[in-house]
């Protein structure tokens, strides 16, 4: 469903999404506006972990309108509720033409920790707008007691370094970036995402199609059936996919870390999504 220009009053919180915290963000405030409608505060919708914090004692947010936008890479998404727009908006002009037109009070970057223009185009409207930014980062990874892990600054990187690790990796650093381990003939690949990657890709290569969240069990089957020695993945953080390192760190098969890339300085972040809905009712509500 697409979203339509500006409505009136209330808040209009547009979500770049394409994240589970994203979605479940989305979930969130689409239940706050029920509950608002009924004198029933936004914190209430945070789930348990903010419902274990006790009473609220500030009155309800006004009415909020959730506009979510994805970018298009995913063939088949998981719509969250609430209004949806696919497609790119053109750059951060584009952005903020789009902010302004559709009365956006509150844009919060939700997107992977990987899709780094984006929320550098968010903040760039974010300031030309004027309307409030939040980040909503979820953690990255660090390893543990047993691990091996090795870590590299970019896909270009990592792909010069697999070699030394291993000769059947596993990679789960997604379609779009296969293109940097193409070179590498002599290794062979197990691919997964959730839609089929395109050329250039390597050689040696079977393509495991399928969508998180993935279990322990899952994963420990995974690396012996195909005899995985190294597993290459980016730190996109969350428990979805977490179980891999587990799996990993069990059989003694060194991880390949791909590090995040730098995000904008000076944007209000938050760690989960009870810290985003605490962020957007305290800062901009009142």
Known sequence: MS???????????????????????????????ALAGAGAGAEALAGAEVRRRGPV?????????????????????????????????????????????????????????????????????AARTGVPLLALRRPGWTPGRGDAWTFADSLADAA????????????????????????LTDTWFLVRSVDPPAAPAPPRLEVLLDRGPFTLEGERELLARHRIDVLVTKDSGGAATAPKLAAAR??????????????????????????????????HAH
């Open 3 to 33: 979203a339509e220009p500006a409505r009136a009053a209330g808040r209009h919180i547009l979500i770049l999404g394409g994240t589970t915290e994203a979605r479940r963000l989305a979930e969130a405030l689409a239940g706050a506006e």
């Open 57 to 125: 004692s500030p009155p309800g947010p006004p009415a909020v309108r959730v506009t979510t936008s994805l970018a298009g890479r995913v063939a088949a998404p998981v719509l969250p509720p609430g209004e949806t727009r696919i497609g790119g908006f053109g750059g951060p002009a584009g952005l903020a033409r789009w902010i302004a037109d559709h009365g956006v009070t509150d844009l919060v970057d939700a997107t992977h920790p990987f899709a780094e223009r984006m929320s550098f185009n968010a903040a760039e409207a």
């Open 160 to 183: 010069a370094v697999l070699p030394g690790l291993g000769s059947r990796a596993f990679l789960t650093t997604g379609r779009m970036g296969l293109h940097a381990f193409a070179h």
């Open 250 to 283: 069990e059989a003694g098969v060194p991880v390949l870390v791909v590090r995040r890339p730098p995000v904008p300085e000076g944007v209000a972040e938050a760690d989960s999504v009870a810290g985003a809905l605490r962020r957007l009712r305290y800062d």
